[in-house]
């Protein structure tokens, strides 16, 4: 674990180092913890098969003129990959098809308001949360 600082117990009695890592740190968040970079943003249009990035953690994905498709490339160990139909209206799909999904072949957001959470563990990407979607 990384040292980030050390922090004195008691200064009242008999102060004792201790240290403060990194792991320490976020084993216990007291409150939420919120992804700060912006999204990547596809629009479907039907006919172009959409690549999905490895490198924000969350893609908003608008098909609300057309269905779609969205690659995904195997990812890290232990990265998670968020995606989010942000359509208006309609209930176009936005299929998103994952080098390597374990159980699965592809992971359908049927419209607007579909979510996905993906966990890339152990070479393939895993389904750990969804609203309204089809694998």
Known sequence: ?????????????????????????????????????????ITTDGSTQSVADLTSAITEINATNQAGTISLANGADGQMK????????????????????????????????KTATLMFKSGAWFILANTGTTA
């Open 82 to 113: 968020m995606f989010l139909n942000t359509s208006s209206s309609g209930s176009f799909a936005a299929t998103i098809t994952p080098a390597n999904l374990r159980g699965h072949t592809s992971v359908v957001l049927s419209g607007e308001g």
């Open 1 to 41: 674990s990384v040292d980030l600082f050390h922090v004195v117990d008691d200064p009242s009695g008999t102060p004792i180092n201790k240290k403060v890592s990194a792991s320490s740190i976020f084993n216990n968040i007291p409150t939420w913890l919120g992804l700060k970079q912006s999204s990547q943003s």
